[in-house]
């Protein structure tokens, strides 16, 4: 019996830096059992196609994700990065998700602006 997923390999990288933006491509292999050369091509595909952003610090590099470009599959473009990787991640409740038939929305994704977290609710004291 094949063994599967639900997240691709693309995705798994998007957690780990989305986890620890320092982390090293060594470790990216290592939680999810590929190589080393093979974090580097994800990593490589995610920079190019612009989802994340690498920047020097020191010897290591440092990721951010863009987390306000929507999604590349045409069935979830409704959706961005950063709202998948919110979900994913159990921080869900921060990401105010405007109606989708929303007009304003629509001008956001066109305009690249991200979505707006919501502060945490304040408890009583």
């Not at 090293?24 to 590929?34: E, H, N, P, V």
């Not at 612009?50 to 590349?72: A, S, T």
Request: hydrophobic content about 35%; aromatic content about 4%.
């Amino acid at each position: 019996m094949a063994s599967w997923g639900f997240l691709t390999n693309h995705a798994r990288v998007l957690l780990c830096i989305s986890h620890d933006p320092g982390v090293r491509l060594r470790d990216i292999a290592a939680s999810l059992g590929i190589t080393e050369r093979s974090a580097y091509g994800i990593v490589t595909d995610l920079t190019e196609a612009g989802y994340v952003v690498k920047q020097k610090d020191g010897r290591r590099n440092r990721y951010q994700i863009q987390e306000h470009l929507p999604l590349p599959e045409t069935t979830a473009r409704s959706r961005t990065v950063g709202e998948v990787l919110a979900l994913l991640t159990g921080q869900d409740h921060l990401v105010k998700l405007p109606e989708p038939g929303n007009a304003q929305l629509r001008k956001q994704r066109r305009s690249g602006h991200a979505a707006q977290l919501a502060p945490p609710a304040a408890g009583p004291s």
